[in-house]
């Protein structure tokens, strides 16, 4: 929803395609996401913009975790874990999009984050979404430049 204006979002609203959540944030449909992408895979214009948009998406919510890993790390590590949590669904999407694409910046990005979720009491998420990356890179690890071979 990053770079939308407020009269598209307004139209979107209005046609109960996006729901704003409590937070503030937009969210869209899991079932409506399909249809959109499915729609737009036609158009090599809007497969081009919906990778980009994918891209900075990633980017944004493993960058917010990673920036979040001093403050996992300090005096109260509770009030973070709770901003996290509200995030979570976003950084797993960001996490698994990054795995998927191979943008293993994001993933080092989001790599600082998971390594404090020990003290977060998100120990069993963190160690999820490594057991789910270890096996996508096993599965591409042949297909994959050395410098992504070395992760796994």
């Known amino acids: ?8 979002l307004a139209a979107l609203l209005d046609a109960a395609l996006i729901q704003r959540r409590a937070n503030g944030w937009y969210e869209i449909h899991s079932l409506i996401r399909q249809l959109a992408l499915q729609q737009a895979a036609a158009q090599p214009h809007l497969v081009a913009a919906g ?3 994918e891209r900075r998406h990633s980017h944004y919510h493993l960058n917010y975790l ?22 979570l ?4 999407q960001a996490w698994r ?6 943008w293993l910046i994001e993933l080092r990005q989001g790599l ?11 120990v069993q998420e963190a160690i999820q979404l490594l057991d789910w990356t270890a096996e996508r890179l096993q599965m591409v690890e042949g297909t994959m430049p050395p410098a992504c071979t070395a992760v796994s």
């Open 1 to 8: 929803m990053a770079q939308t204006s407020v009269v598209d």
């Open 66 to 87: 990673a920036a979040r890993e001093p403050e996992l790390a300090g005096p109260e590590p509770h009030l973070v874990t709770a901003q996290i949590r509200r995030r």
């Open 112 to 122: 600082d984050g998971l390594a404090r979720y020990d003290s977060s009491g998100l």
């Open 51 to 53: 990778a980009a948009a």
């Open 97 to 102: 999009l990054a795995c998927q694409r191979g």
């Open 89 to 92: 669904d976003d950084i797993r």
